[in-house]
């Protein structure tokens, strides 16, 4: 073979280059999207943990219980935080004499 054939003239292989860019920055941009679109359906952890814990096969229902025990935890830390003071008045302490 000749090392120094001069390609650049042919227009069959220019156009080839051209088509084969083309082609290959269609795919590059499909294959991109598709990553995003895989990407961003997958299930958050929390939600597929529940679903294993609970036995659920469908991500709503999880969701749900998740909903459940947040709502839950606001719902008795409320309950602690203003039920009072349980602890009893400072007067009613008593000192010994020592």
Do not use: C, H
Not at 25 to 53: C, G, Y
């Amino acid at each position: 073979m000749e090392e120094n054939l001069d390609l650049s003239k042919n227009s069959e292989i220019n156009q080839a280059l051209k088509e084969f860019d083309i082609k290959s920055s269609v795919e590059q941009t499909q294959q991109s999207a598709s990553v995003f679109i895989s990407n961003s359906s997958e299930t958050p952890k929390i939600v597929d943990w529940t679903m294993k814990v609970f036995g659920l096969r469908e991500e709503r229902k999880a969701e749900y219980i998740l909903l459940g025990l947040i709502l839950t935890i606001i719902f008795v830390s409320l309950f602690l935080l203003f039920k009072g003071n349980s602890v009893g008045n400072p007067s009613d302490i008593k000192i010994l004499p020592a």
